[in-house]
């Protein structure tokens, strides 16, 4: 007969303690046990949320929204994909990030990167995701960015809306940063749209001068029911 190892009960009760929690604490919507791995989904819209592993394998993270699935990219994935970038668009990654990646195991949002699909027919049109995790003070950055032949459709607005959702409903994120720079008009509009607020001109160690946009919880939500009201009207 089997017998699960002392080790292996403690840890089966860890977990199932810990999916008590996240349920209480994220008001979840759906919670799963998955091998020795929780996945949790705080929202319909938040995808799903992963802790622990399945075996040897991570499950996948994705987070969809009405026309876009932001899936999360594997180390390996996420190296590949910048590697096929311009040497103009290489130079801009953070030297600091591609290490933070390198040393980065599957299945951390905050630290790898999502690519960002069409529904309909699963084209790449582009790639977002956190600069890292949240701070002390419930922080967090994101960043995003469309293929040329794919922008001027709302993919940009979407994908970042879909992403701060995911953070604020992690239950880790009071405030959601964002930086761009002084002539990207196209990229200060899609923040506006999502909700984010100037608060001013910081200076970024790799960047130089930058805007910094921010947006909390409540004026998020508040944007995206204005959104939605302005749909049906």
């Not at 103009?88 to 933070?100: C, G, H, Q, Y």
């Not at 809306?161 to 899609?190: C, E, I, M, P, Y």
């Not at 506006?192 to 947006?215: I, N, Q, S, T």
Request: net charge negative; glycine share 8%.
């Amino acid at each position: 007969m089997h017998r699960q190892s002392t080790a292996g009960v403690l840890h089966a009760n860890l977990l199932d303690l810990k999916l008590q929690s996240i349920c209480k604490e994220s008001q979840a919507t759906k919670c799963r046990r998955v091998g020795f791995g929780v996945i949790f989904q705080p929202s319909p819209r938040a995808g799903w949320w992963l802790i622990g592993k399945r075996g040897n394998a991570l499950t996948k993270i994705s987070i969809p929204s009405a026309r876009l699935e932001l899936v999360l990219q594997t180390p390996d994935e996420l190296l590949a994909f910048i590697e096929t970038m311009s040497p103009a668009d290489r130079a801009e990654v953070s030297p600091d990030w591609l290490a933070r990646v390198r040393e980065t195991p599957e299945g951390d949002p905050w630290a790898l990167g999502f690519t960002v699909l069409r529904r309909d027919d699963r084209t790449v049109v582009g790639s977002c995701g956190f600069k890292g995790p949240p701070d002390s003070d419930g922080v967090v950055e994101v960043a995003y960015g469309i293929e040329s032949a794919y922008r001027c459709q709302g993919f940009a607005t979407e994908s970042t809306a879909a992403l701060t959702q995911f953070a604020f409903d992690s239950g880790r994120v009071l405030t959601v940063r964002a930086h761009t720079k002084s002539d990207n008009a196209a990229s200060a509009r899609v923040l506006a749209k999502c909700g984010f607020e100037y608060v001013g001109d910081v200076v970024d160690p790799e960047d130089g001068l930058v805007c910094r946009w921010e947006v909390e919880q409540n004026s998020f939500t508040q944007s995206h029911e204005h959104s939605a009201n302005k749909a049906i009207e």
